[in-house]
């Protein structure tokens, strides 16, 4: 029998680490003095440079951190990922997206699959297609070019691509656009179809099962509005020039009336919120092109290799997932911030909710028994300075801890200057002025060297000792997104393996999907099913029913 994870709590490094925290007062203001405090807290993985100074944690606790990491055995965990052990144990299966990115040299073979050459395969595929879009090569049926490329899907099939799309904006061809529909609500389908031709639209059906509701209802709407669009042309040809699918289940997509020539497929070792980089990005690809694309996946093989490779001290998604750990389980953080200074990256903290959350969200170990810690940590932010001016006020002076990561970019993509000023040094200056306030706070005398009257001086003070990491990379190329995508898949990773979790499966999200299933009828109006809902479920639905018509 497969021995269970180490139980983290137990060991030695768990026990010290809970002493050091046991009256522990950080003291940033001291540390930021020490240029070789500054200097050893300062990290590299591939193009990122991660300054980790800023943190409430002292040269003892990042030992017994490193201690822990050795206890629990992330070594050999990661290995057993990276080589294709079935470590997502509740769904017996490997966990490979870092394959999806091996070069096609590379060597893997799991459960009797070549994976490398199948990766590459389906690649080129890919490639294949988004040039002949990308040429005009490929039309509609009515013999224009694509304008627009509609992904429809949800969750993985969905953030990964929009996140990038938006992220790489500057490198999308001139010409192209790309929409995303995932919501269920019609809105969705409604806002994003308005203003498109259907001549110049191609939807990619995007869905590793192939069977979520969300998006094949979408995928209907779309095709109705197609066929209404292009009525007069033959609805299959219409079909085949203006739908293709990206599913880990081909038959099924052949069933939905999408011919499986015009289909990409993946493996049931991409976890959906690990699928950007398998076809899943293929919008990403048409809007960026090929070689845009192969950068990105360069990027995240520089940090897969980095986190392989590199010593615990070096490692920066380990210590990142360390710095979790410790403020989730001994400082008792129940949220991260994620600020990107990067107008371009305003869709990755939502993208990262769900890598992080349904990762870690989870109350059992992967063998079954109750975690003994808490896990996963809620997610959550805006860009900067947006989020300045909303929320900035409760991680200053609220009363709850709330370690952030900020991310920036020393090029900006758009270089715009107002007069004499440089915008984005304006926009940076506010990064370093944050993340500076956040661990220096003003005391009472600073306040009150500044004039202020004694009665205000409480409400003026701040603590100061808040933690933030800063992330900095030369430019948002593809490679810099895909090396920041990596290395908070293996941030995420880290944190799992300590909580002993299975961070592959997803079991939480089935519940709401049955029950929806259930509550259907009632919703159009079956009395029986009507009377089998609770109390509470039968008086919204009655609202909802009184309410439905004007
Ligand atoms: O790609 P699919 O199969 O349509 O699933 C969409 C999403 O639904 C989930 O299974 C649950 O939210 C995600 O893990 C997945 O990314």
């Given at each position: 029998m497969t021995q269970g994870p180490v139980d983290a709590t137990r060991t030695e490094a768990w026990a010290r680490l809970a002493s050091l925290a046991d009256g522990f007062t950080p003291d940033l203001r001291r540390a930021l003095a020490d240029d070789e405090w500054v200097e050893r807290s300062t990290v590299a993985a591939a193009d990122l440079h991660v300054d980790?100074?800023?943190?409430?944690?002292?040269p003892e606790i990042w030992k017994a951190l490193h201690a822990l990491v050795d206890e629990v055995g992330l070594d050999a965990r990661r290995e057993a990922m990276f080589r294709g052990d079935h470590i997502n144990v509740t769904e017996d299966r490997a966990v490979l997206h870092t394959a999806l990115r091996l070069p096609s040299e590379a060597e893997l073979e799991v459960d009797g699959q070549d994976v490398v050459a199948d990766v590459h395969d389906v690649l080129h595929r890919v490639y294949d297609f988004a040039e002949q879009v990308r040429s005009g090569e490929w039309t509609g049926v009515t013999g224009e070019r694509i304008a627009t490329v509609v992904n429809i899907g949800i969750g993985g099939s969905d953030l990964g691509p929009v996140m990038a799309y938006e992220a790489l904006a500057p490198y999308v061809q001139d010409g192209l656009e790309c929409r995303f529909i995932s919501n269920i609500d019609p809105t969705d389908a409604a806002q994003t179809l308005a203003g498109l031709d259907p001549a110049t639209t191609l939807f990619i059906v995007s869905s590793k099962t192939f069977g979520t509701l969300e998006t094949l209802t979408n995928a209907r709407l779309c095709k109705a509005w197609l066929l209404e669009g292009l009525a007069g042309h033959d609805d299959g040809e219409a079909v085949a020039q203006h739908f293709v699918a990206v599913s880990t289940a081909l038959d099924k997509v052949a069933d939905f009336g999408i011919d499986p020539d015009n289909a990409f497929g993946f493996w049931d070792w991409v976890g959906g919120r690990y699928?950007?980089?398998?076809?899943?990005?293929t919008s990403l690809v048409v809007a960026i092109g090929p070689d845009r694309f192969a950068e990105l996946l360069e990027g995240m093989n520089a940090m897969d290799e980095h986190f392989r490779t590199a010593p615990t001290e070096h490692n920066v998604p380990v210590l990142m997932g360390l710095l979790n750990v410790w403020y989730t389980n001994f400082l008792d953080a129940q949220t991260h911030a994620v600020l990107p200074y990067?107008?371009?990256?305003?869709?990755f903290p939502a993208y990262l909710q769900q890598l992080t959350m349904e990762s870690n969200?989870?109350?059992?170990?992967w063998d079954g028994t109750p975690v003994t810690s808490d896990t996963g940590e809620v997610f959550w932010g805006e860009p900067g300075t947006n989020g300045q001016h909303a929320f900035y006020q409760l991680i200053h002076q609220g009363t709850r801890l709330v370690p952030a990561d900020f991310i920036a970019v020393a090029r900006p993509a758009y270089p715009l200057v107002d007069g004499e000023a440089d915008v984005h040094e304006l926009f940076l200056a506010n990064f370093f002025a944050q993340t500076k306030a956040l661990a220096f706070g003003k005391t009472a005398d600073e306040v009150r060297s500044e004039g202020t009257a004694e009665h205000l001086v409480s409400a003026r003070v701040f603590t100061g000792n808040r933690p933030t990491t800063s992330i900095m990379a030369p430019e948002l190329t593809p490679s810099v997104l895909g090396q920041l995508v990596a290395l908070y898949e293996h941030i995420t990773f880290v944190q799992g393996v300590v909580w002993g979790i299975?961070?592959?499966?997803?079991?939480?999200?089935?519940l709401g999907k049955q029950l929806a299933q259930q509550v259907t009828p009632a919703v159009a109006g079956d009395a029986e099913a009507l009377a089998d809902q609770d109390a509470s479920t039968r008086s919204l639905i009655d609202y909802y029913r009184r309410h439905r018509t004007r």
């Open positions: 980790l100074s800023k943190n409430l944690v002292t699928s950007m980089d398998s076809a899943i990005g990067a107008q371009q990256l305003h869709r969200g989870k109350g059992v170990r299975d961070s592959f499966d997803q079991w939480g999200v089935e």
